[in-house]
């Protein structure tokens, strides 16, 4: 069974600063992908970034970054510089082969930039 | 960049009442599958959807529910008999397993059962 853990239901943060929302999975599959998603309250839920399980370097994609750490079993997401426009609700989610290719997601995390 | 849609953004329909909720994946995707999202709550997988049948469906996607891809380019899914507890927001999403396993999503259609 795939598992999502998201333990951090709100997160605060001033903006221009850095914030780091947790992540920490389960799977037997030895391939498998790792997404974080962002859904601000228009509903859609927009891709950030993917990390797969045998990529040898952490993802980044602009302001994001995940921190992959394997044997912890964590894919944390690191928004760097944060905006007023990065407040949403972002979820995190697995991937595998084994599993059908569906997306298991955490219970997502809402994030809240301040001024 | 090509992009997976829905239709309707926003269905509203009366307990007991069937609605078909459409997508349009993108070309080449050849895995389809539709999720649900409870207001407030997370994201839900329903059912998986490959080769013109489905792959795999979850404990939710009961008798009530069903899929098809009628033309090739239309994926639908249909709620028979709708329930006050199927008012949720329906997510397509769309992959091809050979350009990695992002899932494509599409906009969503809000459903509210009354």
């Known amino acids: 069974a795939q598992k999502i853990t998201q333990t951090q239901p709100g997160m605060f943060v001033q903006e221009k600063e850095a914030v780091t929302l947790d992540c920490t999975y389960d799977?037997?599959?030895?391939?498998?992908?790792l997404f974080w998603y962002k859904q601000p309250s228009s509903g859609e839920m927009i891709f950030l970034i993917y990390?797969?399980?045998?990529?040898?370097q952490n993802a980044t994609e602009g302001r994001y970054s995940l921190n992959f750490q394997k044997a912890r079993k964590s894919a944390n997401l690191v928004i760097s510089a944060s905006q007023l426009g990065d407040s949403a609700m972002y979820f995190c989610?697995?991937?595998?082969?084994?599993?059908?290719?569906?997306?298991?997601f955490g219970k997502g995390t809402l994030l809240t930039v301040n001024p | 960049e090509p992009e997976v849609t829905q239709t309707p953004s926003h269905q509203v329909t009366q307990m007991g009442q069937e609605v078909i909720l459409r997508c349009v994946p993108i070309?080449?995707?050849?895995?389809f599958y539709w999720y649900r999202q409870i207001l407030g709550q997370k994201v839900e997988f329903l059912v998986s959807?490959?080769?013109?049948?489905?792959?795999?469906k979850s404990e939710i996607f009961d008798d009530q529910f069903s899929v098809e891809r009628p033309d090739g380019s239309n994926f639908t899914l249909k709620i028979r008999s709708t329930k006050l507890e199927d008012s949720a927001m329906y997510f397509c999403?769309?992959?091809?397993?050979?350009?990695?396993?992002?899932?494509?999503f599409g906009p969503g259609t809000r459903l509210t059962v009354t």
């Open positions: 959807f490959y080769n013109n049948e489905i792959s795999e």
């Open positions: 989610a697995l991937v595998s082969g084994g599993s059908n290719y569906k997306l298991t």
């Open positions: 999403a769309t992959f091809r397993w050979d350009r990695g396993y992002e899932q494509y």
């Open positions: 799977t037997s599959d030895p391939s498998y992908g």
């Open positions: 070309s080449n995707h050849l895995y």
């Open positions: 990390q797969g399980s045998y990529d040898q």
